[in-house]
T-cell receptor, first 114, second 113 residues
Framework: GNSVTQMEGPVTLSEEAFLTINCTYTATGYPSLFWYVQYPGEGLQLLLKATKADDKGSNKGFEATYRKETTSFHLEKGSVQVSDSAVYFCALSTTSGGYQKVTFGTGTKLQVIP | DTAVSQTPKYLVTQMGNDKSIKCEQNLGHDTMYWYKQDSKKFLKIMFSYNNKELIINETVPNRFSPKSPDKAHLNLHINSLELGDSAVYFC????????????FGSGTRLTVV
């Protein structure tokens, strides 16, 4: 079956530090990959996506590259801000029997301190 | 306009009661979901409906019963609430054929006392 593994948190960084949150996956076929962000008290929001190998998704200074050879989709940001404090979820989507199947990782909490 | 809206946002109720959470999406999506998020932020899928047809029914107690009157609505009814049902419940939707991302509602925080 499909699975997503992401690094356990919490991750605590100082403002302007470099961020990496690791994500690896196993899936049948060719999944689409996503990062979602959940701010306190809110639902999950799509942060970025990549639909095929070597695609780079980017948004709000965050980036992730679809690496088929290492089955990874690590999230990076060059300089984090306090407002980036949230929980980040890696996810993949495949189609099976005509239906979409979405698998989420366990989430990584990021805390950015001034 | 809210894309996926669910009500109520907060629900506090006593053990043994029956409650419902309503969800509506105006995105024209054909697939809707219910997820449960526990206190550690772990997200677990409960149900998935495609065009009103149940396609995913994870190991969820029979006390939980989804109802999809049309493809824009997916409600969740919970009977005989237990303390362990306390969590945040998220409704979500997506367009299945395009393998697009899932759009989430803002959640319903259920507290059973």
């Amino acid at each position: 079956g499909n699975s997503v593994t992401q690094m356990e948190g919490p991750v605590t960084l100082s403002e302007e530090a470099f961020l990496t949150i690791n994500c690896t996956y196993t899936a049948t076929g060719y999944p689409s990959l996503f990062w979602y962000v959940q701010y306190p008290g809110e639902g999950l929001q799509l942060l970025l996506k990549a639909t095929k190998a070597d695609d780079k998704g980017s948004n709000k200074g965050f980036e992730a590259t679809y690496r088929k050879e290492t089955t990874s989709f690590h999230l990076e940001k060059g300089s984090v801000q306090v407002s980036d404090s949230a929980v980040y979820f890696c996810a993949l989507s495949t189609t099976s029997g005509g239906y979409q199947k979405v698998t989420f990782g366990t989430g990584t909490k990021l805390q950015v301190i001034p | 306009d809210t894309a996926v809206s669910q009500t109520p946002k907060y629900l506090v109720t006593q053990m043994g009661n029956d409650k419902s959470i309503k969800c509506e999406q105006n995105l024209g999506h054909d697939t809707m979901y219910w997820y449960k998020q526990d206190s550690k932020k772990f997200l677990k899928i409960m149900f998935s409906y495609n065009n009103k047809e149940l396609i995913i029914n994870e190991t969820v107690p029979n006390r939980f019963s989804p109802k999809s009157p049309d493809k824009a609505h997916l409600n969740l009814h919970i009977n005989s609430l237990e303390l362990g049902d306390s969590a945040v419940y998220f409704c979500a939707s997506s367009q299945s054929q395009a393998r697009r991302w899932v759009t989430f509602g803002s959640g319903t925080r259920l507290t059973v006392v």
